[in-house]
């Protein structure tokens, strides 16, 4: 019903940028809260950043200054600019998107790895 499909991700020297984009398709009537989890090895599943359909965003601590979450309404697309990376960043990270269809749904992207070097 929802299928999200992210990209952006890869292999990043600490202090550089990476983007993340991810893109929801299929057959909802609208899309509520979009964030951005990540999993490092070993490591419980996070949150990173939220974003709601209003446009109010929220981060870890860990991320705030670095990371800015943006999403474009009419293309249902949400992103993630990620700046001044540390190794501690590298994971797998996944869209997420709380969405309408017959029902609310919670929806998953396939998840995309970043890995930032020191």
């Known amino acids: 019903q929802v299928q999200l499909v992210e990209s952006g991700g890869g292999l990043v020297q600490a202090g550089g940028s990476l983007r993340l984009s991810c893109a929801a398709s299929?057959?909802?009537?609208?899309?509520?809260?979009m964030r951005w989890y990540r999993q490092a090895p070993g490591k419980q599943r996070e949150v990173v950043a939220g974003?709601?359909?209003?446009?109010?965003?929220n981060y870890v601590d860990s991320v705030k200054g670095r990371f800015t979450i943006s999403r474009d309404n009419a293309k249902n697309t949400v992103a993630l600019q990620m700046n001044s990376l540390k190794p501690e960043d590298t994971a797998v990270y996944y869209c997420?998107?709380?969405?309408?269809?017959?029902?609310?749904?919670?929806?998953w992207g396939q998840g995309t790895q970043v890995t930032v070097s020191s």
């Open positions: 299929g057959s909802f009537v609208s899309i509520n809260a």
């Open positions: 997420y998107a709380e969405a309408y269809t017959s029902y609310r749904g919670n929806y």
């Open positions: 974003i709601t359909r209003g446009g109010n965003t």
